[in-house]
């Protein structure tokens, strides 16, 4: 059966709201009150019936993180008040991507049912994506305040607020990575497994773990220069331990942003119409 051969009445059930790719993305973020509510009512069911609700993914990462950063600062001879922070700050930016990343493989495939059944922008299901993402950074976000006040206060500066910039760009970018990861996942299912084989990679070849300085020549400038996931953490990392993200950091965030959000458009516009499909 083809396309063609669809009846007008089922194909009328799987188009989307608006008839172009521009208007998807522009009519769905407008539209925060449905992925506001799609994402919020997402994390209540997640943790329901638990007594702590999100914050048992704060403490399992705040038991992790302290377990390791206990034993890479006696294995690296690091400082644990300068170590722990600068761990926990980067682990909680990279939990962020990289369930982000994880969780678009199944954007499309999770919200078929949806779809299948109402006319509503594609998009809002990546906004929704992004912004349950984000509600479970701000409870993560209590893990290095408490890590912080222990060990070193004095990171707890108006620096800080230079932090908010950088996470904004972070969710931007969440937003054409689901988008794009979503689609492909969609159509090719083996890309999905490849994807959280390269999460488990970059989560050791990324300085989330060990200090960016450690390295040098070649393999410096591949897996901190020219490492994109690293560049996304450094914007919101580095004012989280006191300091200003360099303007090569803010500028290869928005390199990234802009040619991940071209590439992206380019395939959304394309492909839009066959994600009910290929569902």
């Given at each position: 059966?083809?396309?063609?051969s ?15 790719a ?16 799609i994402?919020?009512l ?35 001879h ?16 990279w ?10 493989c ?12 109402v ?76 994807i ?42 580095a ?9 090569a ?31």
């Open positions: 059966m083809t396309m063609s669809i009846p007008d009445e089922p194909a009328k059930r799987l188009r989307s709201l608006t008839p172009t521009w208007q998807d993305l522009a009519g769905g973020l407008v539209r925060s009150e449905l992925w506001g509510r994402g919020w997402d994390v209540k069911r997640r943790y329901r019936r638990t007594l702590l609700g999100p914050f048992w993914s704060s403490i399992t990462l705040a038991v992790y993180t302290i377990s390791v950063g206990v034993v890479g600062a006696a294995l690296w690091q400082d644990i008040n300068e170590y722990l922070p600068y761990l926990i700050s980067g682990m909680i930016v939990t962020l991507v990289s369930t982000v990343i994880i969780e678009a199944t954007l499309f495939i999770a919200g078929q049912s949806l779809f299948r059944n006319s509503f922008e594609y998009s809002i299901l990546a906004y929704a994506l992004v912004w349950r993402n984000s509600i479970i950074f701000l409870h993560n976000l209590v893990v290095y305040v408490l890590v912080v006040l222990v060990l070193k206060p004095a990171l707890l500066s108006p620096t800080l607020l230079v932090a908010v910039p950088g996470l904004f760009l972070v969710l931007l970018n969440g937003v054409w990575i689901a988008l794009l990861a979503g689609l492909f996942c969609l159509r090719f299912r083996d890309v999905q497994p490849l959280q084989a390269a999460i488990q990679i970059g989560m050791l070849t990324t300085p989330i773990f060990w200090i960016p300085d450690r390295l040098s020549g070649a393999a410096f400038l591949i897996f901190v220069q020219l490492n994109p996931v690293y560049r996304l953490i450094e914007v919101v990392r004012p989280l331990l006191g300091h200003v993200p360099t303007l950091d803010y500028l290869a965030v928005l390199a990234i942003t802009a040619v991940g959000w071209c590439i992206t458009y380019m395939m959304f516009r394309s492909f839009r119409r066959r994600i009910a499909y290929w569902s």
